[in-house]
């Protein structure tokens, strides 16, 4: 595993096709932080990957960023996994935003469980 600082927060890589993604408490996720996220899946993970969003501190995103941030070529599925009831209305707002996206998305209370979702179906890559 290797852990990564980004300017809105932190990724952790797990397998060459999974990651972890820990937003900073208190960040507004704009056009220019979801181009690095973005930049930072691609140049970094094998495709087809998936994506572990662990909500441990509550955030935000701006509109346009809320239309573009799960839309990223190689995204297989992603997991969240919420704590709060706060962080189940946000996410269930921005997949309504996207919901013609068709996301591969499913909300987790336990870890466990979220990273379970997302290996299965898939290689165990070393």
Known sequence: MKNYKLS???????KENLAEVIVNEGEVINLVKVDEYHDFLLNNLVAPFSILINKKHQYCYDFDAQRVIGNIKGLEK???????????????????????????????????D????????KKEVS
């Open 8 to 14: 809105f927060g932190e990724i952790t890589i797990l």
């Open 78 to 112: 992603f997991a969240v996994l919420i704590t709060g009831a706060g962080g189940i209305m946000a996410t269930e707002t921005l997949i309504d935003v996207n919901r013609t996206d068709n996301w591969n998305i499913k909300l987790f209370r336990e870890r466990e």
């Open 114 to 121: 979220a990273l379970g979702w997302l290996l299965r179906s």
